[in-house]
């Protein structure tokens, strides 16, 4: 438990320094990081140890970067190379670490044994890589690189061995190809905007008449860049999409160039800039990474001596510069910074484009340490260059803004900061549309950091001001509505201007689900929902500030969960569709399951065609769709919703997948109060959910600080545990039960939000004193919302005719043997005889146990598990063949189940979220069984003994399989704790990692 903390506060560090960028926090991560990394045993065999070594070793390098200390450099090759020799860690990243700590010493030093070493682990990385991944020419490029920068420093004769593209087809215009260039050129010279349309009709019609390849090229061209030419101005994601399908064609081809065909550096570059934009709108990274390797390949393609090739190393520096800022990747960074000042110093001043190359080198300098005051420079450069009418003013206004609030933040120097905010004002008068909004979020920044430099209060309004704006505007995306949103919350919480903050927070909260849409895969979903940490729990309290407590209980469920929200609305709710309205279930379960299907596999698959076939198409749509095309995915979904309204329509189901309402919320209290637990820099509450209404203990004393000043001890383990239990005890627990009416030990369900959600509050206690602990008192539950337990009671009834399904890993590849896992596989025979399927050692597959989970009524597994740090849907059971096929919480919670009643998961670390940032969206194994259809789930939030888990696990099913009713496993798990207790009172820690989940 303390390890788990002290992992969490180094990643948090980490965190914290790619947010702000400074030396000291870099420091403080590293030795955070070293302080975590002592905790576990050298080359153990624990994952955890492994990511912590990859994540130390990287910002080792980073600070060699900064410092040119070997010991740092030689610090970050070592943790690197115990990280990519572990056996089971992520062998890619920890391979693509390893390279950048090599190349950065070896740059510096040049000593063949790293030139060595570097290009053997480049070959691995491109041995990594798959060969149909975008990365692979990345890694391909960077092989060459290396091998290249070998030879040169050794004198060495090298030939670059990788392939190139021969050319593209070239074809020809046709009247209609003449007519729409005509419209064009009439834009480019102040013609009408509208005229726009009438040009892409136009080379529609031509490139349906093109008959010879030539002819077909040149219309494409033309299309694509007339689509993304009306896409900036009427943001229609239909036209992004048909671009990227164009563009995706022309630079797929190959063969020998045409005569008057487009040069291929052209087609891949401007493919690369369509995804660039198509990852803007949609957030997922593919499109991104996509996008670098389209603009490397153009960057490469065109040749180096060429007059215009500093046009390719300004894009491909853009989109590395978005990539490094998504991944806060240091290396990708300064990759970027070095093509921006290549691109720089190589466009003349005549250019008119130059001032947009300053103004991007300026950009890119304002976060690099003591680079500010060049970043300025470079600022004031292009807006001389680009005064106003220049195409470019706006942009060279927004780039010496925010150098120039930079270097008023870190001086405290009012005349910077308030000639920013000239300059960003000057940029919103000068706009409109979405780049006037975006403008206002900027200078909506400059005013931030003026008023928590200098303390004005007319900052601080002018800033509300301008995010409200942002906030309100309904044709913004939904991720800066909601930043802006927060953050207009945020200062509106410093003023304590109350009622103000809690609508900002509120508006926020409300946008949150469409941050993470489901066209954009899992794990882009999990990162971008994971920014917005304790946004809920900060808007509860608000509200809480102002009296209303129904309407924070309301802004809890909606904000937590959202992911999880999404799967269970549309079982639950569906049944009650199937029984009343069975077409319109058939047909929105079609479209449902062909959305889950495309977010289940970027590539797609047999599953997501059979699921399109049964989908009418579109009149236009001539070919099959594809999961890669996000404007396929948009147009699905939008059919998807539009069955929504008509299923919204019909009586009884006007509230079908809403999100619940307080009295609903309420009366899911029937069996037992509800505790939830918020946890807030505004305020701590508990708020019980009682049948008689909603009750509200504040928890004094408890902050987001205290709690992590309560954890943080050096004290061996028995130590902290004791403290921390009892500090739990005073502070959360006793409040709590105090209000409660404790007759006759009734249920009661935790539902813990922020770093409380890991802690074991039905463990909470003074263990050594009779009556001060939870256990004396209450059969504790939890759930990971209210919603979830709702959906677990739907599913709750007890069904006595399914098998017992035993998994047993006694000997998983690659990790400690598990002694105890026969033994309890062993007693289920004993208690369930004749009932009981065991999957034991090579029978416990992917497969196999998935198919034996259909049909049965208790799962239980005996084996090792991984939580993943920051990606929950990632987090996996270990089965025979893991390495392969792992058991996933996303696989598992794509099941659907219809006769479970009960998984025991004795695996470790089972309860597990994967960290404090994603405790929002409350994945973890123990949720996903629940998803899947088994309304009770006894999990382990941390990793726990052999011989425990084997006594825990006996006394459970003594009890539960001589009990009946509902609340069988939770008075089951409750009795066993209390058995291990009354044997072993010192030693809580034993017990207390096992939680009983759901119904």
Same mark, same amino acid.
């Given at each position: 438990?303390?390890?788990?903390?002290?992992?969490?506060?180094?990643?948090?560090?980490?965190?914290?320094?790619?947010?702000?960028?400074?030396?000291?926090?870099?420091?403080?991560?590293?030795?955070?990081?070293?302080?975590?990394?002592?905790?576990?045993?050298?080359?153990?065999?624990?994952?955890?140890?492994?990511?912590?070594?990859?994540?130390?070793?990287?910002?080792?390098?980073?600070?060699?970067?900064?410092? $040119?200390?070997?010991?740092?450099?030689?610090?970050?090759?070592?943790?690197?190379?115990?990280?990519?020799?572990?056996?089971?860690?992520?062998?890619?990243?920890?391979?693509?670490?390893?390279?950048?700590?090599?190349?950065?010493?070896?740059?510096?030093?040049?000593?063949?044994?790293?030139?060595?070493?570097?290009?053997?682990?480049?070959?691995?990385?491109?041995?990594?890589?798959?060969?149909?991944?975008?990365?692979?020419?990345?890694?391909?490029?960077?092989?060459?690189?290396?091998?290249?920068?070998?030879?040169?420093?050794?004198?060495?004769?090298?030939?670059?061995?990788?392939?190139?593209?021969?050319?593209?087809?070239?074809?020809?215009?046709?009247?209609?190809?003449?007519?729409?260039?005509?419209?064009?050129?009439?834009?480019?010279?102040?013609?009408?905007?509208?005229?726009?349309?009438?040009?892409?009709?136009?080379?529609?019609?031509?490139?349906?008449?093109?008959?010879?390849?030539?002819?077909?090229?040149?219309?494409?061209?033309?299309?694509?860049?007339?689509?993304?030419?009306?896409?900036?101005?009427?943001?229609?994601?239909?036209?992004?999409?048909?671009?990227?399908?164009?563009?995706? $064609?022309?630079?797929?081809?190959?063969?020998?160039? #045409?005569?008057?065909?487009?040069?291929?550096?052209?087609?891949?570059?401007?493919?690369?800039?369509?995804?660039?934009?198509?990852?803007?709108?949609?957030?997922?990274?593919?499109?991104? $990474?996509?996008?670098?390797?389209?603009?490397?390949?153009?960057?490469?393609?065109?040749?180096?001596?060429?007059?215009?090739?500093?046009?390719?190393?300004?894009?491909?520096?853009?989109?590395?510069?978005?990539?490094?800022?998504?991944?806060?990747?240091?290396?990708?960074?300064?990759?970027?910074?070095?093509?921006?000042?290549?691109?720089?110093?190589?466009?003349?001043?005549?250019?008119?484009?130059?001032?947009?190359?300053?103004?991007?080198?300026?950009?890119?300098?304002?976060?690099?340490?003591?680079?500010?005051?060049?970043?300025?420079?470079?600022?004031?450069?292009?807006?001389?260059?680009?005064?106003?009418?220049?195409?470019?003013?706006?942009?060279?206004?927004?780039?010496?803004?925010?150098?120039?609030?930079?270097?008023?933040?870190?001086?405290?120097?009012?005349?910077?900061?308030?000639?920013?905010?000239?300059?960003?004002?000057?940029?919103?008068?000068?706009?409109?549309?979405?780049?006037?909004?975006?403008?206002?979020?900027?200078?909506?920044?400059?005013?931030?950091?003026?008023?928590?430099?200098?303390?004005?209060?007319?900052?601080?309004?002018?800033?509300?001001?301008?995010?409200?704006?942002?906030?309100?505007?309904?044709?913004?995306?939904?991720?800066?509505?909601?930043?802006?949103?927060?953050?207009?919350?945020?200062?509106?919480?410093?003023?304590?201007?109350?009622?103000?903050?809690?609508?900002?927070?509120?508006?926020?909260?409300?946008?949150?689900?469409?941050?993470?849409?489901?066209?954009?895969?899992?794990?882009?979903?999990?990162?971008?929902?994971?920014?917005?940490?304790?946004?809920?729990?900060?808007?509860?309290?608000?509200?809480?500030?102002?009296?209303?407590?129904?309407?924070?209980?309301?802004?809890?469920?909606?904000?937590?969960?959202?992911?999880?929200?999404?799967?269970?609305?549309?079982?639950?709710?569906?049944?009650?569709?199937?029984?009343?309205?069975?077409?319109?279930?058939?047909?929105?379960?079609?479209?449902?399951?062909?959305?889950?299907?495309?977010?289940?596999?970027?590539?797609?698959?047999?599953?997501?065609?059979?699921?399109?076939?049964?989908?009418?198409?579109?009149?236009?749509?001539?070919?099959?769709?594809?999961?890669?095309?996000?404007?396929?995915?948009?147009?699905?979904?939008?059919?998807?919703?539009?069955?929504?309204?008509?299923?919204?329509?019909?009586?009884?189901?006007?509230?079908?997948?809403?999100?619940?309402?307080?009295?609903?919320?309420?009366?899911?209290?029937?069996?037992?109060?509800?505790?939830?637990?918020?946890?807030?820099?505004?305020?701590?509450?508990?708020?019980?959910?009682?049948?008689?209404?909603?009750?509200?203990?504040?928890?004094?004393?408890?902050?987001?600080?205290?709690?992590?000043?309560?954890?943080?001890?050096?004290?061996?383990?028995?130590?902290?545990?004791?403290?921390?239990?009892?500090?739990?005890?005073?502070?959360?627990?006793?409040?709590?039960?105090?209000?409660?009416?404790?007759?006759?030990?009734?249920?009661?369900?935790?539902?813990?939000?922020?770093?409380?959600?890991?802690?074991?509050?039905?463990?909470?206690?003074?263990?050594?004193?009779?009556?001060?602990?939870?256990?004396?008192?209450?059969?504790?539950?939890?759930?990971?919302?209210?919603?979830?337990?709702?959906?677990?009671?739907?599913?709750?009834?007890?069904?006595?005719?399914?098998?017992?399904?035993? #998994?047993?890993?006694?000997?998983?590849?690659?990790?400690?043997?598990?002694?105890?896992?026969?033994?309890?596989?062993?007693?289920?025979?004993?208690?369930?005889?004749?009932?009981?399927?065991?999957?034991?050692?090579?029978?416990?597959?992917?497969?196999?146990?998935?198919?034996?989970?259909?049909?049965?009524?208790?799962?239980?597994?005996?084996?090792?598990?991984?939580?993943?740090?920051?990606?929950?849907?990632?987090?996996?059971?270990?089965?025979?063949?893991?390495?392969?096929?792992?058991?996933?919480?996303?696989?598992?919670?794509?099941?659907?189940?219809?006769?479970?009643?009960?998984?025991?998961?004795?695996?470790?670390?089972?309860?597990?979220?994967?960290?404090?940032?994603?405790?929002?969206?409350?994945?973890?194994?123990?949720?996903?069984?629940?998803?899947?259809?088994?309304?009770?789930?006894?999990?382990?939030?941390?990793?726990?003994?052999?011989?425990?888990?084997?006594?825990? #696990?006996?006394?459970?099913?003594?009890?539960?399989?001589?009990?009946?009713?509902?609340?069988?496993?939770? $008075?089951?798990?409750?009795?066993?704790?209390?058995?291990?207790?009354?044997?072993?009172?010192?030693?809580?820690?034993?017990?207390?990692?096992?939680?009983?989940?759901?119904?």
């Amino acid at each position: 438990m303390l390890r788990k903390f002290h992992v969490d506060r180094a990643y948090r560090a980490r965190k914290q320094f790619f947010a702000e960028k400074t030396r000291p926090n870099l420091d403080r991560a590293i030795d955070l990081l070293t302080a975590a990394l002592r905790r576990f045993p050298p080359y153990s065999d624990d994952v955890e140890r492994v990511l912590l070594a990859l994540n130390l070793g990287n910002l080792l390098t980073v600070r060699f970067k900064w410092t $040119k200390t070997r010991a740092d450099v030689n610090a970050a090759v070592e943790c690197l190379r115990e990280a990519a020799d572990h056996p089971h860690g992520p062998r890619h990243l920890c391979a693509m670490g390893l390279t950048e700590a090599l190349e950065a010493r070896y740059t510096h030093y040049f000593e063949d044994e790293d030139a060595r070493e570097l290009i053997d682990m480049r070959r691995e990385v491109l041995r990594l890589t798959p060969g149909n991944r975008p990365e692979h020419v990345a890694a391909l490029l960077a092989l060459d690189r290396t091998i290249k920068l070998w030879a040169v420093a050794n004198d060495v004769p090298y030939e670059t061995r990788i392939p190139l593209d021969d050319g593209l087809r070239d074809d020809e215009s046709t009247r209609y190809l003449t007519s729409g260039v005509a419209v064009v050129r009439r834009l480019e010279h102040g013609g009408d905007p509208p005229e726009l349309d009438r040009a892409i009709r136009l080379v529609r019609h031509g490139l349906a008449l093109a008959v010879s390849p030539h002819r077909r090229t040149t219309c494409q061209v033309l299309l694509a860049w007339l689509l993304l030419k009306r896409y900036d101005i009427a943001h229609d994601t239909a036209d992004v999409d048909e671009a990227l399908k164009l563009w995706g $064609k022309l630079a797929d081809v190959r063969g020998e160039p #045409v005569d008057g065909m487009p040069p291929v550096e052209v087609v891949l570059d401007t493919f690369a800039r369509t995804l660039h934009t198509a990852f803007k709108h949609t957030g997922a990274m593919h499109y991104l $990474k996509k996008a670098v390797t389209y603009a490397c390949r153009a960057e490469r393609e065109h040749p180096a001596d060429g007059e215009t090739h500093y046009t390719y190393q300004y894009n491909l520096s853009i989109a590395l510069g978005t990539l490094a800022d998504e991944t806060d990747n240091d290396a990708t960074r300064d990759k970027a910074l070095r093509f921006i000042r290549s691109a720089n110093d190589a466009c003349p001043d005549s250019n008119p484009r130059k001032p947009s190359y300053l103004s991007r080198l300026s950009s890119a300098l304002r976060d690099v340490p003591g680079e500010v005051d060049e970043a300025v420079r470079f600022g004031r450069a292009a807006l001389a260059l680009a005064g106003p009418g220049h195409q470019h003013h706006v942009e060279a206004l927004k780039a010496l803004g925010a150098a120039l609030m930079r270097r008023g933040k870190a001086t405290a120097h009012a005349g910077d900061l308030d000639e920013a905010i000239r300059h960003m004002g000057a940029a919103v008068a000068a706009t409109r549309g979405r780049i006037h909004h975006e403008s206002l979020v900027d200078l909506a920044v400059c005013h931030v950091a003026r008023y928590e430099t200098l303390h004005d209060e007319e900052s601080r309004r002018a800033a509300v001001a301008a995010l409200r704006v942002v906030a309100g505007w309904p044709l913004g995306t939904p991720d800066r509505r909601v930043d802006a949103a927060r953050e207009w919350g945020y200062l509106e919480r410093l003023a304590g201007n109350w009622a103000e903050a809690a609508t900002a927070y509120e508006t926020a909260v409300e946008l949150l689900g469409h941050t993470a849409p489901s066209s954009i895969p899992v794990a882009d979903r999990n990162r971008v929902l994971g920014t917005r940490y304790g946004l809920a729990s900060d808007a509860a309290a608000c509200f809480l500030q102002i009296g209303d407590v129904e309407r924070a209980v309301e802004l809890l469920e909606l904000g937590r969960g959202v992911m999880l929200a999404r799967g269970i609305d549309a079982r639950s709710d569906l049944a009650e569709l199937t029984t009343a309205h069975p077409r319109l279930a058939e047909e929105f379960e079609r479209l449902r399951t062909a959305v889950d299907t495309m977010d289940a596999d970027e590539t797609g698959g047999q599953a997501f065609d059979d699921a399109m076939n049964l989908l009418p198409r579109d009149r236009g749509d001539r070919e099959p769709p594809s999961t890669g095309d996000f404007g396929w995915r948009e147009r699905l979904i939008a059919r998807r919703d539009a069955k929504l309204v008509e299923i919204r329509g019909q009586d009884g189901f006007e509230r079908f997948l809403l999100a619940p309402r307080a009295a609903d919320l309420v009366a899911a209290a029937s069996d037992g109060p509800i505790v939830i637990v918020n946890v807030s820099p505004v305020r701590c509450d508990a708020i019980i959910l009682d049948r008689g209404g909603i009750d509200l203990v504040a928890l004094e004393g408890v902050s987001p600080d205290s709690i992590e000043a309560a954890l943080d001890d050096d004290e061996d383990d028995y130590r902290w545990f004791t403290r921390s239990f009892g500090w739990l005890w005073d502070m959360v627990a006793s409040p709590v039960l105090t209000r409660l009416d404790l007759s006759d030990h009734p249920r009661l369900w935790w539902c813990a939000t922020g770093v409380l959600s890991a802690l074991p509050l039905h463990a909470a206690g003074h263990h050594d004193r009779p009556g001060q602990s939870v256990v004396d008192h209450v059969v504790s539950s939890y759930t990971p919302t209210v919603r979830a337990l709702i959906h677990a009671r739907k599913h709750s009834a007890v069904r006595p005719g399914g098998p017992v399904v035993a #998994v047993s890993m006694p000997s998983t590849p690659d990790q400690d043997t598990l002694p105890g896992a026969a033994a309890e596989v062993a007693l289920l025979s004993r208690e369930f005889p004749g009932s009981t399927v065991t999957l034991t050692g090579p029978q416990a597959t992917h497969t196999s146990v998935r198919e034996a989970l259909v049909g049965a009524r208790v799962a239980h597994f005996a084996c090792h598990a991984v939580a993943q740090p920051g990606e929950p849907s990632a987090s996996r059971l270990l089965l025979e063949d893991h390495e392969a096929h792992p058991l996933t919480v996303h696989d598992i919670s794509r099941l659907r189940l219809d006769s479970a009643e009960l998984a025991f998961l004795s695996a470790c670390e089972s309860a597990d979220s994967g960290g404090v940032t994603v405790a929002d969206e409350a994945l973890s194994l123990a949720v996903a069984f629940q998803l899947a259809g088994f309304p009770r789930v006894v999990a382990s939030l941390w990793p726990v003994s052999d011989t425990a888990a084997k006594r825990i #696990v006996r006394d459970f099913y003594q009890v539960f399989a001589n009990t009946s009713g509902g609340d069988a496993a939770a $008075k089951a798990l409750h009795e066993a704790a209390l058995r291990f207790r009354k044997r072993r009172p010192e030693l809580p820690f034993l017990w207390a990692p096992f939680i009983h989940s759901g119904a």
